[in-house]
Nanobody, 125 residues
Framework: QVQLVESGGGSVQAGGSLRLSCVAS????????MAWFRQSPGKEREGVAV??????VTYADAVKGRFTISRTATNDVDLQMDSLKPEDTAMYYC????????????????????WGQGTQVNVSA
């Protein structure tokens, strides 16, 4: 059974950094596409960063140059978040998919099969 567990959220001032981690189990995660999404109250869940099984990486425009997605030697996929802004405040979710995702759908919630429970990030001004 596929399981994703996020950690690393917390509170930070604007301009600061956080590193989120997602531990994957139940499958050989390097054969899966992995992603980070976020959701703020009253808003739809939006894609932040994608690391596909073939090594292709995609970022949302809002985080380009500030966030970095990476896979570790173990079954982790991390999200390094630098130069954080108050608008980055959200619940952050790890996602995984074993099937091909159309390029236009990479940052769309409905294209992903598996989800973690989320970790909260708060950025104060």
């Amino acid at each position: 059974q596929v399981q994703l567990v996020e950690s690393g959220g917390g509170s930070v001032q604007a301009g600061g950094s956080l590193r989120l981690s997602c531990v994957a189990s139940g499958y050989h995660y390097r054969t899966y596409n992995m992603a980070w999404f976020r959701q703020s109250p009253g808003k739809e869940r939006e894609g932040v960063a994608v690391d596909e099984a073939d090594g292709t990486v995609t970022y949302a425009d809002a985080v380009k140059g500030r966030f970095t997605i990476s896979r570790t030697a173990t079954n982790d996929v991390d999200l390094q978040m630098d130069s954080l802004k108050p608008e980055d405040t959200a619940m952050y979710y790890c996602a995984a998919s074993s099937i091909f995702i159309d390029p236009w759908a990479k940052l769309v919630q409905g294209a992903w099969q598996y989800w973690g429970q989320g970790t909260q990030v708060n950025v104060s001004a």
